[in-house]
């Protein structure tokens, strides 16, 4: 079974600096990876996607997430954490056992905090 | 920001009742999703559409149905609610490209009392 594993369920920093957001994954063939952002009492904000190509993906607000396929990881990361950065973050994997119907399977989430 | 409409954006129900959430989009997107937000389960998906009248179950749907009638339009229902119902909604539309990002509205938040 496919599946999106997000193993901390919070993650602190201090502003200024780095920041990693951890994602592992399990899938059959090819993972197509995102990650999204949750403002309180908002919706899901597409951040970034690996779908093929550079290990090295780079997305809005200045995130980064890199592709491990031997680890099968998709850890979030940013050179210099913000106080705004503070959400809840989602790791997810497209679900392709049932063709391309654009299903997604999400980790768990993890709340990350960024103190001034 | 993807032109995603929810509604309602809040509401509380009785236990028994039913309930029908609302996911109104204008990108014209060919597949439609709803899915629950609950904390330590991240989000899981209910129901999702792949067409006008052409709908299937996701992880999580039992006690729930849904109908989509328009491209624009599609609609969650809860038969006859139950605490267990109490969730936060999300509707969320990709296009049929593979290598799409879904686009998620508002969310709806549902107490069942």
């Known amino acids: 079974a496919q599946s999106v594993a997000q193993p901390e369920d919070q993650v602190n920093v201090a502003e200024g600096n780095p920041l990693t957001v951890k994602c592992t994954y399990s899938?059959?063939?090819?993972?197509?990876l995102f990650w999204y952002v949750q403002y309180p009492n908002r919706g899901l904000q597409f951040l970034l996607k690996?779908?093929?190509?550079?290990?090295l993906v780079k997305g809005s607000y200045g995130f980064e997430a890199e592709f491990n396929k031997s680890q099968t990881s998709f850890h979030l990361k940013k050179p210099s954490a913000l106080v705004s950065d503070s959400a809840l973050y989602f790791c997810?994997?497209?679900?392709?056992?049932?063709?391309?119907?654009?299903?997604?399977?999400f980790g768990q989430g993890t709340t990350l905090q960024v103190k001034p | 920001d993807a032109g995603i409409t929810q509604s309602p954006r809040h509401k509380v129900t009785e236990t028994g009742t039913p309930v029908t959430l609302r996911c109104h989009q204008t990108?014209?997107?060919?597949?439609m999703y709803w899915y629950r937000q609950d904390p330590g389960h991240g989000l899981r998906l209910i129901h999702y559409?792949?067409?006008?009248?052409?709908?299937d179950k996701g992880e999580v749907s039992d006690g729930y149905s849904v109908s989509r009638s328009k491209t624009e339009d599609f609609l969650l229902t809860l038969e006859s609610a139950t605490s267990s119902q109490t969730s936060v909604y999300f509707c969320?539309?990709?296009?049929?490209?593979?290598?799409?990002?879904?686009?998620f509205g508002q969310g709806t938040r549902l107490t069942v009392v």
């Open positions: 969320a539309i990709s296009d049929y490209r593979e290598n799409t990002e879904a686009f």
């Open positions: 899938v059959s063939g090819n993972p197509y």
């Open positions: 690996y779908i093929t190509g550079d290990n």
């Open positions: 997810a994997v497209r679900d392709l056992g049932s063709g391309n119907t654009g299903k997604l399977i």
């Open positions: 990108e014209n997107h060919r597949y």
């Open positions: 559409s792949y067409g006008v009248k052409d709908t």
